[in-house]
């Protein structure tokens, strides 16, 4: 990626099982905004979703990715690249819109 490369912070955090995801959303964008100072990544925007048990699907996440596909950004900055809604099927049209070659995803360690 170049110079102008643009990422999106994603930060999601589920509304039925506080187990399995120990960071809260602020968080989770503290982390992420902390890993794009340090290396000197351009945030194109914030995007946070609350993931309930009644509301299939990400509809913050897949307007993300729209707006990839449309240039406003190149990659997604995120704690977890766990999209799979537990028990419901895969949103393959989501995925598909990354282009290896103009896009990029970053992982932060919330440890970092």
């Known amino acids: 990626m170049n110079a102008t490369t643009k ?3 994603y930060a999601r955090k589920s509304t039925k099982d506080h187990e399995k ?8 964008l503290d982390v992420l905004r902390k890993l794009a100072k340090q290396q ?11 993931e309930s048990a009644h509301t299939p699907g990400r509809p ?14 190149n990659g997604i900055i995120a704690t977890s690249f766990h999209f799979q809604q537990s028990g419901a099927p895969r949103e393959p049209d989501s995925a598909s819109r990354l282009s290896p070659s103009r896009t990029s995803a970053l992982a ?3 440890g970092a």
């Open 40 to 50: 000197n990544l351009i945030v194109a925007a914030e995007i946070t979703e609350k």
């Open 7 to 9: 990422y999106f912070l």
């Open 108 to 110: 932060a360690s919330p």
């Open 60 to 73: 913050e996440f897949n307007k993300m990715m729209q707006r990839i596909a449309e240039g406003e950004a």
């Open 21 to 28: 995801q120990v960071l809260s959303i602020p968080s989770q």
